[in-house]
């Protein structure tokens, strides 16, 4: 992991090398196994522009998928997870996805959701507590400031579209709520 994360002093700091990550010219990221960018994976290049940009914005993303539905029983739901500054005002246009009709959780403490389904049986959800110090674990390696301001100031949120293989509405909605 390059200096670029320890040197990261803010959460905004996290969003920009992020942001790098998605687009290739940072090599990893702290809670992420491989040392390839997000552009490697086909099935997602089209989130890249969006993703890159909530990233900029101060949404720091780790986890994304489009939605597909193959009709066959394979199926996925539109999701993004990230952290916000609980002071930036882009969290409450986060949060105001819900009344556009998106599943907005805020929180560590997730209900079940199924995001995806594989031959008809839920295959990935969210639904889990994460541990206390999650925070320090995954962003280890970080610089100090910017984890004292994720353990303080940062809130987790997960956006889901919760209609299986629609994959035209989460991502206008999120690039809309960046501006």
């Known amino acids: 992991m390059g200096s670029v994360w320890r040197d990261a002093r803010s959460i905004a700091d996290l969003g920009q090398n992020m942001a790098g990550w998605l687009e290739g010219t940072v090599p990893s990221w702290p809670g992420y196994g491989a040392d390839f960018g997000y552009e490697e994976d086909v099935d997602v290049r089209h989130l890249i522009p969006v993703l890159a940009a909530a990233n900029?914005?101060?949404?720091?993303?780790?986890?994304?998928?489009?939605?597909?539905?193959?009709?066959?029983?394979?199926?996925?739901?539109?999701?993004?997870?990230?952290?916000?500054?609980?002071?930036?005002?882009?969290?409450?246009?986060?949060?105001?996805?819900?009344?556009?009709?998106?599943?907005?959780?805020?929180?560590?403490?997730?209900?079940?959701?199924?995001?995806?389904?594989?031959?008809g049986q839920p295959f990935t959800t969210l639904g889990y507590r994460l541990p206390r110090d999650w925070k320090a674990r995954e962003w280890q390696g970080v610089g100090r400031h910017a984890l004292r301001e994720l353990r303080q100031h940062g809130t987790t949120l997960n956006i889901v579209d919760m209609t299986w293989g629609r994959d035209d509405r989460l991502w206008p909605a999120l690039a809309n709520a960046i501006r």
């Open 56 to 119: 900029r914005a101060g949404f720091v993303t780790t986890c994304s998928q489009p939605a597909t539905d193959n009709g066959r029983g394979s199926r996925q739901r539109a999701f993004v997870e990230g952290i916000v500054h609980d002071r930036s005002p882009l969290l409450s246009r986060l949060l105001g996805l819900e009344r556009q009709g998106f599943t907005v959780i805020r929180g560590s403490r997730t209900p079940h959701v199924v995001l995806t389904e594989q031959d």
